[in-house]
Structures are given as structure tokens and as C-alpha cells.
């Protein structure tokens, strides 16, 4: 009798891959079908764990390709198609967020981080130049160091 | 019987990660030899138990003791053997408890190969990991047991996530987590010198080499983990910037630049602080990493089952380690800080630059891992994060980082004069441009920025090593002089190398794959690129628990044969979708990648063709860097310390190699 | 000074971190609430010559409910959406979503049938027009045809103790 799990659902590694979405579509022209993989590249696939709609093999996805793929053929642009996705279903399908007051910190964050850094270090290494004394380590650390290569080392 | 036996050694091993978390350092604070000596022998003991039990589970899955619900859930009888045995650390559980046996190994690695660490070193080295490892076995204990019984006892298992049954898989956790892990050994060097309040050159030899280990574990495993997924999902992808995938680069960012900061103090003695804080930082990423994939706060494509037990016991696990240690520092910084002064102009302040890239790139990644949580958090909207934004926010900063790497290695320590620099290094600037740009026009032309300058700076990393290296050369009489070269050095000049073939492999593979989606009847072509792919029908084929549908592509190019592809499409028994099994047919210079789609009208079958150049260089790239890690491990003036210190069990370059492999 | 820095951040990015336990980040809100609902008709699942739509609502509080008969939380809610219907305190509209005609009236016919209508859905045009992404959903209508509320799940005695009963007497006793 082969019992079944259903707990096991709910504990399973939730890794769900599958080739998804190997669908020849007929373009008119080559950018368009570009326009077409670079939008559902971008997009998000709601129902997956974190999937574009290009990668996900869920109904819903398979959907909303067509609906990606049946606006292009229809002449709407990039920002037509984003804009119907946002409006139905929030900005949560944008891989790539949208540049707002809330976003400003994810987006210009990493620019301010390095800037910050890099000036901090030029600081750090103005301050610490032109006192060149020419030692290195400490005396105390250099005989320590010498030692050790010298194998008297550390012999408690 | 077997089960409790694990069990009961878990709990022991729990018992003696106590007495090693605790004696020591009272020993070492108190000054009590007797308590000091603990360290070591506790160590051994607790790697002793938890191979008992790690031998217990994995004894569970192979004999297929379904009354251990972690063998129910992830292995059944059909599954061949070497899957059920990589099953023991394929889910949540399990690889928990490879987590915690790698620690006890990676603690009593630095025991064996102590290479002259004196006693109290060891002790607190020891006891840090002590403590860590008390962390991982409450949590296994009291949330996720790998023991735990099931109640009544199915008579056939669920089956491991076939995704898993590959062996690119079953090799990738045991080695990313030795990376993951062996973060530990610097760290707890690291606290180790704050609680000491020194930090010396000799501390830094110590520590170096066990930092390159496991750096080169973490290398290994993160390009394991996305060569599996090229091959193995299917999308032609190699990269998604999931958050598991964030919660790896994280710690490895980190850590290559703990590894540039800690050159610096060991020849300059300069950065002491900063070296012991990234020292924590690496460390700590790890532990966010586990945090962010078991706890359910973020969605990923790979997360472990989450249970909100779990995610309170990580966070306050996370809490007590990070910010005990992060106390730590603040307190004890001051004692550790100073050493050797340099010019504007000097290796230092480019390895110092290096350091600031690396850090704020890994700061991006987890500013853009978690920016939906805060957004959310503070009731802000929810918001994805995804790849373009990381792209958008990653090349930038490192196309800089692989400059500054070009330049480094050039550059004295100390001072260093400008303008002589620039006199010397125009023409490779120069020559860098020129064959880089040549290099684009034959690889298909295009006026891409992003590839130009990719390519360009790739040569300029080739150039710049050979030039370092050809400076060496001179000086020792000729090409005769390379073995005789420091490892230390050669391993820089390999790793860097490394850089360049990754850059390559990135720039290029991603400019110029071809991708076509085509249904194809059987006898009907296609053509990609410049070659011809046509559809040979399918066939039906059992495999050991699962039924394959196989696909015959033959490629030609100009006429010529190339290859026969097989791809393929597996129902497992255990599984509604079906899986696919892409046909690769590698070249040094391209890939040729068929994934077998859904049956079309008639004989016809969908099917999705790549032609992707150069993509394999990503991840010889990754090797490179990896054996210049090696290399450098195994330098001499490491093996010095151990001939010096001639303690019995430790011993030459390979042992120390030994010492993470094991 | 700076070396607090570090433990600082630690400690608010804890904050987060534990605060994000709390969260569940696979629920995505809809932007269509507070907006007018995106206009359809369709036919009905009892009787294809005959159709429903958005007009049909006109000035009552309407619950439109997204089900489909291979939809497994949707047998865990019905029970509770057939008794509502009995009671009269909401009328309850369906949207039967990518399903067979066939499959969904006996799956009404099983359960019972607690929709003034329901419209059939069979591509998910609809749904995707209303942002439908998981099933059952359930929306709730004002009397000015404005989306006010919208429950991705099954409805459970709790929540629409807790949320949708008293929303809804609110919308219905508003002008």
C-alpha cells in the first residue's frame, strides 16, 4: 500500500524548473522579436518562486507571453505593454523598478556607497602620507616575524 | 537503531561544542593551561560525533529507512544509489548537518596543520568555532532534526527533487559549504585577534592561507552552481541573481577582498582593522546567506522549505554571532588599528580602492536583495528586484575593479611615481585598446560599449600580468626562472588571469548568443548562426526512475558534421512537469545548446537552439582564479612556518591543500 | 566613532530582518483598488447564448468571486460563499476562470451554485484584465462599480468576520 504525503508538499525543496516557454512565434520584423525577449525577460511571473515570464512554465505566465507577444505584433510600444502589466498587476511584475522617491536609496545607493568609500580611502591614505618612516612592522613584531621564519618559534 | 544512534551523537556533539565554546576561553582569559587544552581534543571529539551521525543518515539512505521522515521526503528505493546518497544533503536538514560537520572539520583542519599557532590561538580559534557550531546544533536539534521519525512508516519514499539528481548537484553544496564554512577560520582569527588585541604579521601568515582555501571553495562552488544551472534548467542562463545566488557572491565579494586587505597587512602591516572587520564581514554574509534562504523573508527560486521557527531561531542566531563580533571590534579596534604609512601612489592605496569596490558591490547586492523587504516593511509597496537592476548596478563597478587590476600588481608598495608609471604602461594601454578592439570586430563587430570596453580591459589584464611577469623574468634569467618564481606571485598572476577569461567569457557570450525557438518536423532544418541544425524525430527511452523522450539533432556547419545532439525531456514518476535535459556540444570558442520543447503538430516538436560564444571561458575563468588560490595557499613562506614550527602532523604544500579537501 | 558604524547597521538591518518574518512577501497587492472595474461581458457558464457582466452589478455591493472546478482552495471556501448567498448579505457573482464548461457546471452542480452568475473565463483574458494571478481570488465592488477590496485566497470565516463583512455593510450603508 503506498501511502501518500501530503505534508511533503509543503517541505519540499521548492526548486521548480522546467524548460519553459519554447514557443516559435512568428515575428514581422527581427526587433520585434527582440522587443519581445527583452520584455519577458523583464517581467516577472507572479505565481512563480522567482521566475521572469520567459523562464516560468506556469499557466499564468504562458498567458501573459501571449498578451506580451499579441501587443507587439499590434504595434504597442515597450512602455504601453509595461504600463498594462503595472496597471493590472503592480509594480511587483517589474524586475526593474521604477525610478521613485521610494527607489531613489536602491537606485542611486550603490553610487553614493562607492563615491563615499573612494573618498573616505583617498582620506585616509592623505592623512596617513608624507609620515613614510620606513618601518613596517613594529620592532617588536619584526623579531616575532623573524623568529618564526628562523623556526625558534613559539615554544610555549 | 541507526537513526537514534545520530541522534544521540548530535546531542553528544551539542554537549562538547559547549565545553569547546566555553573552557577555552575562560582558560585563556583565566590563564589555565589545563582549560586551554580542552580546545583541541574537544574539536576532534565533536568532528568524531558528527561523522557518527552524518555516517547514520547517510547509512538511513542508503538502506531506505523510510521511518526517518528526511529519507521519506527526499529519497525513495528507485532512486539510484549515488542520489540517495547525495540526497543526505539535498534539503533543509540534512545539509544543515553537512554545514556543522564541515565546521568540526574545518576546526580541527586548523589544529592539525597549526603550522606553529601557539596554544591560546588555537584555543580561542577553536573555541569561536565552538560556539558557532552550538548555534547549528540547537538549531538542528530543536527545528530541524534530520532523525525525526515518521509516523506510520510509508512504505516507498518521495523522491529528491530530480532537479538535484545530477551530479553537477550533488558536487555543489558539499562545496559551496565548504566556502561557506571554512569563512569560519578567518573569522575566528579575527576574534581571536580582538580578544587578544593584536594583530602581527605572524598572525596574518596564519590565518592567510586558510582564508585562500576556503576562498577557492567558495569560487568552486559558486561556479559549480551556475555551470548546473547553464546545463540543467534549461533557460541557457547561467546567472539569475536569485537571492540564493546573492547570498553566495555576497560572501565571496567579500572575502577576494579580505584576501587583497590581508596582503597589505602582511607586507605593510597597514589596514589591521579593516582586515579583522572583513574578516567578519565574510563570515557574516555566510550566516545572512543561510538566514535569507531558510527563513521564508524573501521569495527565491531556491529556497528551502521555510517555517517561521526557523527564521526566529537563524535571526537570533545571526544576532548573537554578527553582533557579539561586531561588539567586539568596536570595542577592541583601537588595539588592533596602526601600521606601516604609504604614498597616494602605492599598491597600497589601489589594493585599498580594490577593497572599497568589493565592499560597496557587495553592499549593493544586498541593498538590492533586500530592498522589497524594506519596502514592504515600511509599507511602502511591493517591489521586485530582479536582474536587470543588479546588471545595471554590478558592470559598473566591475569594469573598474578589473582596471584597478591590471594596474595593482605594477605598482610599488609604498610610493610610487605617476608619471613614471604612466610612461612605462601608455603603450600596453595602448596595445590593450587596439587588440581588444580588434578582438570585437572579429568576434561579429557591433558598436556595443559595453563589449568594447569589456574586452578591452581583459587584454589589458592579459598584458599587464605578462608584463609583471616578463619584469620578474628579467631579473631571474628567462623563461628558466618561472618555477622558480614565489607561488604567492604565480598564483596572483593565475587568478588574475582568471579575471580576464571570465570578463571575456561574460562580455562576450552575452553580446553575441544567438537564440531561436523553432518547431521543426522531423527532416527539417534550421539555422543558427552559422550552422545547420536538423530535427532526426524523437525517440522513447527508460531511465533508472524516470522515462525519457529523446531528441535527435544532427548540426552541420557549411555542409560539414558537427554533431549529433541528444536532448532530452524526463517524467520522473514523483513529478507532474517533466524536466528537461539540454544537449550541449562545447567548443573552446562557442556552445551549441538544443532543449527539447513541447510535441507540435504532426511528427513536429518545438525546440529551442542557442549558439552561444565563448561561454565556457566563464567558468574556466573560474577555475583559473580558483587554482591561483591554490597556488597561492600553498606558497612557501606557509610551509616555512610549518618546518619551522615542526610540530608532528604538519607537514608540506600538499597537506595544506589536504587540509580542505579532506 | 566609526567603528560602531558596522554594529549600527547590523543592528537595524536585524530590525528588518525580524520584522520581515512577519511579512508575507508572495502577496502582492492590486493596483486596481479604488479604481473602477475593468468593464467585461461575457457568457455565462450555465447558458452560453446568455451573458454577464460588469454592467450587471450596477449599484449594488457585489462580491465578484475568481473559481475554477481544478482549483483546490476553492472547494475549502465554497461552503462558505453558498451560505452567504442563502443569507442574502452580499450579492456573489463568478468569474470561472480557464476552466471547461462542462467541468465547472458539475462542479456546481456538486457543490452548489451560490453566483447570481457566473461568467466563463475559458482564455483568462478577463482575469488578466482584473490581475487575477492565483485562484480564488475575491473582489469587492461598491455600489459606484469601484474596486474596494481584493482577498487573493479563500475566503474563510475569519476573514470575512474580520474584513469583508465589515467592509461590506460599510459600502452598502454609504451613498
Given amino acids: ?156 | 537503531m541507526i537513526p537514534e544512534i545520530g541522534h544521540f551523537a548530535l546531542i553528544l556533539a551539542l554537549g562538547v561544542a559547549a565545553v569547546q565554546g566555553v573552557l577555552p576561553l575562560i582558560g585563556t582569559a583565566r590563564g589555565i593551561p589545563g582549560w586551554v587544552a580542552t580546545a583541541v581534543p574537544a574539536a576532534r571529539a565533536q568532528l568524531l560525533l558528527l561523522l557518527v551521525a552524518f555516517g547514520a543518515l547517510t547509512y538511513s539512505f542508503v538502506v531506505s529507512d523510510f521511518s526517518v521522515a528526511y529519507v521519506a521526503h527526499n529519497s525513495n528505493t528507485e532512486q539510484p544509489l549515488v542520489y540517495r546518497i547525495s540526497a543526505v544533503w539535498g534539503a533543509h536538514e540534512g545539509s544543515l548537518l553537512l554545514w556543522a560537520l564541515l565546521l568540526a572539520l574545518w576546526t580541527v583542519g586548523v589544529s592539525l596543520f597549526r603550522r606553529g599557532l601557539p596554544d591560546e590561538l588555537v584555543a580561542r580559534v577553536a573555541a569561536t568555532c565552538g560556539l558557532v557550531s552550538i548555534g547549528f546544533l540547537l538549531f538542528m536539534l530543536l527545528t530541524s532534526n534530520p532523525f525525526d521519525r515518521l509516523i506510520p512508516v510509508p512504505t516507498q519514499g518521495r523522491e529528491l527533487n530530480p532537479l538535484l539528481q545530477d551530479p553537477g548537484l550533488a558536487l555543489h553544496p558539499p562545496m559551496l559549504y565548504m566556502g561557506y564554512v571554512g569563512l569560519v577560520v578567518p573569522f575566528a582569527f579575527a576574534v581571536a585577534a580582538l580578544m587578544e588585541g593584536r594583530v602581527d604579521a605572524a598572525w596574518v601568515r596564519w590565518s592567510r592561507p586558510w582564508t585562500l582555501v576556503a576562498w577557492v571553495f567558495l569560487t568552486l562552488g559558486i561556479a559549480l552552481g551556475s555551470w548546473w544551472s547553464y546545463y540543467e534548467l534549461g533557460w541557457g542562463g547561467w546567472w539569475f541573481w536569485d537571492p540564493v545566488e546573492n547570498a553566495s557572491l555576497m560572501p565571496w565579494l567579500v572575502a577576494t577582498g579580505l584576501l587583497h586587505s590581508l596582503a597589505v597587512t602582511e607586507k605593510r602591516g597597514a589596514f589591521k582593522a579593516w582586515t579583522v572587520l572583513l574578516a567578519i564581514f565574510g563570515f557574516s554574509l555566510s550566516l545572512l546567506g543561510t538566514f535569507l534562504v531558510r527563513s521564508g523573508v524573501l521569495v527565491s527560486v531556491h529556497a528551502f522549505a521555510s517555517d517561521p521557527a526557523r527564521g526566529v531561531f537563524i535571526l537570533i542566531f545571526l544576532a548573537a554571532v554578527v553582533g557579539s563580533s561586531l561588539l567586539l571590534y568596536a570595542w577592541r579596534a583601537p588595539a588592533v588599528a596602526g601600521g606601516g604609512s604609504f604614498e597616494l601612489m602605492s599598491r597600497e592605496t589601489l589594493l585599498l580602492l580594490n577593497n572599497v569596490v568589493l565592499v560597496a558591490a557587495s553592499a549593493s547586492i544586498l541593498l538590492g536583495t533586500l530592498y522589497p523587504l524594506f519596502m514592504d516593511a515600511l509599507g511602502l509597496g511591493k517591489i521586485s528586484v530582479g536582474p536587470p537592476y543588479f546588471n545595471s548596478v554590478f558592470v559598473p563597478l566591475a569594469l573598474p575593479l578589473v582596471l584597478l587590476l591590471g594596474l595593482g600588481p605594477l605598482v610599488r608598495w609604498k610610493e610610487d611615481s605617476a608619471s613614471a608609471l604612466a610612461r612605462a604602461l601608455w603603450p600596453t594601454a595602448a596595445a590593450a585598446v587596439a587588440l581588444g578592439t580588434a578582438l570585437v570586430v572579429l568576434l561579429g563587430g557591433g558598436t556595443v560599449v559595453g563589449v568594447i570596453l569589456s574586452t578591452v580591459l581583459a587584454v589589458w589584464v592579459l598584458l599587464t600580468a605578462g608584463a609583471g611577469l616578463a619584469r620578474r623574468l628579467r631579473k631571474r634569467g628567462g623563461l628558466a626562472g618561472l618555477f622558480g618564481l614565489p607561488r604567492a606571485y604565480l598564483g596572483m598572476v593565475v587568478a588574475h588571469l582568471g579575471v580576464a577569461v571570465l570578463t571575456l567569457g561574460i562580455a562576450v557570450s552575452s553580446t553575441y548568443s544567438k537564440e531561436r525557438d523553432v518547431n521543426m518536423g522531423v527532416g527539417e532544418s534550421a539555422k543558427v548562426g552559422n550552422h545547420d541544425f536538423r530535427f532526426e524525430g524523437v525517440t522513447r527511452l527508460p531511465g533508472p526512475n524516470y522515462l525519457a523522450t529523446q531528441g535527435t539533432v544532427r548540426v552541420t556547419r557549411e555542409g560539414r558534421e558537427v554533431a549529433t545532439l541528444h536532448p532530452e525531456k524526463r517524467q520522473y514518476a514523483s513529478q507532474s512537469h517533466s524536466m528537461t535535459e539540454a544537449a550541449i556540444h562545447s567548443r573552446l570558442t562557442r556552445d551549441i545548446y538544443v532543449a527539447l520543447g513541447e510535441a507540435a503538430q504532426g511528427d513536429a516538436w518545438s525546440l529551442r537552439i542557442y549558439n552561444k560564444p565563448f561561454i565556457q571561458w566563464i567558468w574556466w575563468g573560474s577555475v583559473l582564479m580558483a587554482l591561483g588560490g591554490l597556488l597561492a595557499a600553498t606558497d612557501r613562506r606557509y610551509r616555512l612556518l610549518a618546518e619551522a614550527a615542526r610540530q608532528p602532523g604538519a607537514g608540506g604544500p600538499s597537506r595544506l591543500a589536504l587540509a580542505g579537501k579532506r | ?175
Fill in chain 3, 1 to 175: 566613532m566609526g567603528r560602531y558604524v558596522a554594529l549600527g547597521l547590523f543592528l537595524i538591518l536585524l530590525i528588518f530582518l525580524g520584522y520581515g518574518l512577519t511579512l508575507n512577501p508572495r502577496e502582492v497587492p492590486s493596483p486596481l483598488i479604488g479604481k473602477p472595474a475593468p468593464a467585461f461581458r461575457l457568457p455565462t457558464v450555465a447558458d452560453p447564448a446568455k451573458s454577464m457582466g460588469t454592467d450587471d452589478f450596477a449599484g449594488k455591493v457585489t462580491l465578484l468571486n475568481v473559481w475554477a472546478s481544478w482549483c483546490v482552495s476553492c472547494r475549502q471556501e465554497h461552503p462558505l460563499l453558498v451560505e452567504l448567498a442563502r443569507k442574502g448579505s452580499v450579492q456573489v457573482y463568478g468569474l470561472n476562470y480557464k476552466d471547461t464548461r462542462q467541468d465547472a457546471r458539475r462542479w456546481l452542480a456538486s457543490f452548489g451554485d451560490p453566483y447570481v452568475a457566473s461568467a466563463f473565463d475559458e482564455d483568462g483574458r478577463v482575469g488578466i484584465e482584473w490581475g487575477v494571478y492565483g485562484v480564488p481570488e475575491t473582489f469587492v465592488i461598491d455600489r459606484k462599480g469601484v474596486i474596494r477590496h481584493k482577498l487573493t485566497g479563500p475566503v474563510t470565516p475569519e476573514n470575512w468576520a474580520k474584513t469583508l463583512q465589515p467592509l461590506i455593510q460599510r459600502l452598502q450603508t454609504a451613498d
Fill in chain 1, 1 to 156: 500500500m503506498k501511502r501518500t504525503l501530503p505534508a511533503l508538499l509543503l517541505l519540499s525543496f521548492s526548486l521548480v524548473a522546467i524548460a519553459a516557454g519554447v514557443e516559435p512565434r512568428a515575428f514581422d520584423r527581427p526587433e520585434q522579436e527582440a522587443r519581445y525577449r527583452a520584455l519577458i525577460a523583464e517581467l516577472r511571473c507572479l505565481v512563480c518562486q522567482n521566475q521572469n515570464l520567459a523562464e516560468s512554465d506556469a499557466e499564468l505566465a504562458r498567458d501573459l507571453r501571449d498578451q506580451t507577444y499579441e501587443m507587439i505584433r499590434a504595434g504597442r510600444s515597450d512602455d504601453e505593454i509595461v504600463e498594462f502589466m503595472v496597471g493590472r498587476y503592480g509594480d511587483f511584475v517589474l524586475y526593474r523598478p521604477p525610478v521613485t522617491v521610494t527607489t531613489a536609496l536602491l537606485w542611486f545607493g550603490p553610487a553614493v556607497l562607492v563615491t563615499l568609500g573612494a573618498v573616505l580611502a583617498l582620506l585616509y591614505v592623505r592623512r596617513r602620507a608624507g609620515r613614510t618612516t620606513g618601518a613596517t612592522l613594529s620592532e617588536d613584531e619584526e623579531k616575532k616575524a623573524r623568529a618564526l621564519l628562523s623556526g625558534k618559534a613559539v615554544d610555549p
